[in-house]
């Protein structure tokens, strides 16, 4: 492993998705700054199907909870071979759940600093056995406070937001840096040409080509748009800068 966290190969981080839909990947994943990190083998995506781990004729993965109600759950024996299928070094492995803890930005930067390889395990029907949680899994995500039909769509979000965060995805870091939600804030407005469209006009300030007050014009905007719209950030803010 090199000093930037590289293998021998270039390869930064690796993606393995444990799903019974591998041909969604990459899906959206494959265009953009991600789709030409994959190309160029910055990062790695490696789709598994729990099915491949079944030993019976109709390649069983899922059966009726115990109790009744509604639904099946998929069963814990495929993925548990699966995932332990994954090898060295072994991969933090994620559960995708509406259940698990909210995914965030934060955690983003946290797991593109310590990790190098990562599994996702998209659940299907009514989730996954419980025992799939207590013992398989390191950490259940929640990609916010609604349900979708399987973890793949979620397991593509937690990929792109922290594929992007990796130096070299995308050009200039300092766009990434600046981003909302980095730094407990939202970004500032943006403008582009035309100076007047419809009868909104650009802030003056941003054709005025004084640099130190556009910073601070766009310090202020970011500021007061966290303040209004996510109070909940703002007060994670130092105080200090707050008040400035
Ligand atoms: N019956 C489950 C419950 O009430 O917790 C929901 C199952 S959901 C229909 C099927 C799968 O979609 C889940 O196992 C999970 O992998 C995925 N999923 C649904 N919503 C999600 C969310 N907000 N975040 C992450 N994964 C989600």
Same mark, same amino acid.
């Given at each position: 492993m090199g000093s930037d966290g590289r293998d021998m190969t270039g390869e930064r981080l690796r993606f393995d998705v444990i799903t019974l839909f591998p041909d969604i990947f990459p899906g959206v994943l494959g265009v953009g700054v991600v789709g030409k990190a994959l190309e160029r083998g910055l990062i790695r995506l490696v789709t598994h199907n729990p099915r491949d781990f079944t030993h019976d004729r109709h390649r069983t993965v899922d059966d009726a909870p115990y109790g009744g109600g509604p639904g099946m759950v998929m069963k814990p024996e495929p993925l548990y071979a699966c995932v332990e299928s994954l090898g060295d070094p072994p991969p933090l492995k994620i559960l995708l759940s509406p259940q698990g803890i909210p995914f965030n930005q934060a955690l983003a930067r946290e797991l593109v600093s310590r990790e190098t390889r990562i599994a996702l395990i998209c659940g299907r029907y009514e989730g996954v056995d419980e025992r799939v949680?207590?013992?398989?899994?390191?950490?259940?995500?929640?990609? +916010?406070?609604?349900?979708?039909? +399987? +973890?793949?769509?979620?397991?593509?979000?937690?990929?792109?937001?922290?594929?992007?965060?990796i130096p070299g995805v995308v050009g200039d870091m300092e766009s990434v840096d600046t981003d909302s939600l980095e730094r407990s804030r939202l970004?500032?407005?943006?403008?582009?040409?035309?100076?007047?469209? *419809?009868?909104?006009?650009?802030?003056?300030?941003?054709?005025? +080509?004084?640099?130190?007050?556009?910073?601070?014009?766009? *310090?202020?905007?970011?500021?007061?748009?966290?303040?209004?719209?996510?109070?909940?950030?703002f007060a994670c803010n130092d105080p200090v800068e707050n008040g400035k």
């Open positions: 949680r207590m013992g398989l899994i390191d950490l259940d995500l929640s990609v +916010g406070d609604y349900v979708l039909s +399987g +973890g793949e769509i979620a397991a593509m979000a937690i990929i792109e937001t922290v594929a992007r965060l970004k500032y407005p943006q403008y582009t040409r035309p100076a007047e469209f *419809r009868g909104m006009i650009v802030p003056e300030i941003l054709i005025s +080509g004084n640099h130190a007050r556009i910073d601070e014009w766009r *310090r202020e905007e970011s500021l007061n748009r966290t303040r209004v719209r996510r109070p909940d950030l």
